[in-house]
């Protein structure tokens, strides 16, 4: 597995064990591990992505895909945690009008908390 999950307090953490990038090599796998959690309608899942330092396209769809996913199945994402260089791409791709971006895993779950 590529992923650890955890969950706190009925929230499902996602962190990817042991990588510094998201790239095209890993994108399938992680899509193949968390597309079944976010299928079951309700589910709240946090995407931290510390630790990633360097993200490609692939890595980029991999990430809307499983925001596609989540909202067709009434679930929720949020990504937290970006690295300097991973926030600048997602600046430059003006993401953050599509996705919901915290600063960390404490952010999100308080804004899942929230109902946002």
Do not use: W, Y
């Not at 915290?102 to 804004?111: N, P, T």
């Amino acid at each position: 597995m590529i992923i650890k999950l955890d969950e706190r307090n009925g929230i499902k953490i996602a962190t990817f064990a042991s990588l510094s990038r998201f790239t095209l090599a890993v994108t399938e796998e992680v899509k193949n591990e968390l597309k079944p959690v976010l299928s079951n309608p309700g589910t709240k899942l946090i995407f931290n992505l510390e630790n990633i330092d360097f993200i490609d396209s692939s890595g980029i769809g991999c990430i809307i895909s499983l925001v596609k996913t989540a909202k067709s199945n009434d679930s929720g994402i949020k990504i937290c945690n970006l690295s300097r260089e991973v926030a600048s791409v997602f600046e430059l791709l003006h993401l953050q009008m599509i996705l919901e971006i915290g600063k960390d895993v404490e952010s999100c779950m308080a804004s899942f908390k929230e109902g946002n």
